[in-house]
């Protein structure tokens, strides 16, 4: 609950409740709380898909589908927020690779993703990006262009396709990284096993 007042002078004129969705949620549920531009959100995920949009929202809103009763009933969505924001998804059986994630934020939101195994897809947000995976696929794309000042994208074992850069690295030890002292933001991203996917207009000569 958050509660609203307006206040003219010193005269308070009204006073209303008005409610968010709760910041911890079972899986199946819809988390909903204020969150405006140009913050940061830290996520720290048990085995998933997660999808993180940007939209027009000063809000963030996060749905969440599973495969099973067990893990509907026991996967656990909670926003914590704060400077930076944090969510958990955590709970149910780590095996079942059923749990998926749509998260929707501020188009200027940073990010930090962390989780141990599954998929990250990050569409249309501008800010930093940091995510680390030990298996499994990290997609970002972009419709505002590149403005990165540093990209450095890299798999232990599997492939980095920047697409977004004309570069396509596979083998083992593969390390994307390119530079530009007038973009604005900052991009990591790390897998140990599988792939870096890097999509949208081509931005020029990649760095090796």
């Given at each position: ?29 819809t988390?909903?709380a204020?969150?405006h531009s140009?913050?940061a959100l ?16 000063q809000?963030i ?16 969505v909670?926003f914590f927020?704060?400077s ?8 149910g059986?780590?095996h079942?690779?059923?749990v ?9 939101t ?6 141990g ?6 569409q ?6 940091d ?13 505002h262009?590149?403005d ?14 920047a ?24 991009l ?14 081509q ?6």
């Amino acid at each position: 609950m958050k509660i609203l007042c307006a206040v003219a002078g010193s005269a308070l004129l009204a006073c209303t409740m008005t409610g968010y969705a709760q910041t911890d949620v079972a899986c199946g549920q819809t988390l909903q709380a204020p969150m405006h531009s140009d913050t940061a959100l830290t996520i720290d995920s048990r085995p998933a898909g997660l999808t993180i949009v940007g939209t027009d929202q000063q809000t963030i809103r996060v749905t969440c589908t599973a495969e099973g009763t067990e893990n509907v009933r026991d996967v656990r969505v909670e926003f914590f927020a704060g400077s930076p924001g944090r969510l958990t998804i955590r709970g149910g059986t780590n095996h079942n690779g059923g749990v998926t994630v749509r998260i929707e934020v501020p188009h200027r939101t940073s990010v930090q993703v962390t989780m141990g195994a599954g998929e990250v897809t990050v569409q249309n947000l501008e800010g930093n990006k940091d995510v680390d995976l030990y298996a499994g696929q990290v997609t970002i794309s972009s419709s505002h262009g590149w403005d990165y000042r540093i990209v450095d994208a890299s798999v232990d074992i599997g492939e980095v396709n920047a697409q977004a850069f004309g570069a396509d690295k596979g083998g083992f030890f593969r390390h994307f990284t390119r530079q530009n002292p007038n973009g604005e933001y900052r991009l990591y991203a790390h897998v140990a096993t599988g792939e870096i996917d890097l999509l949208g207009t081509q931005q020029g000569k990649a760095a090796d």
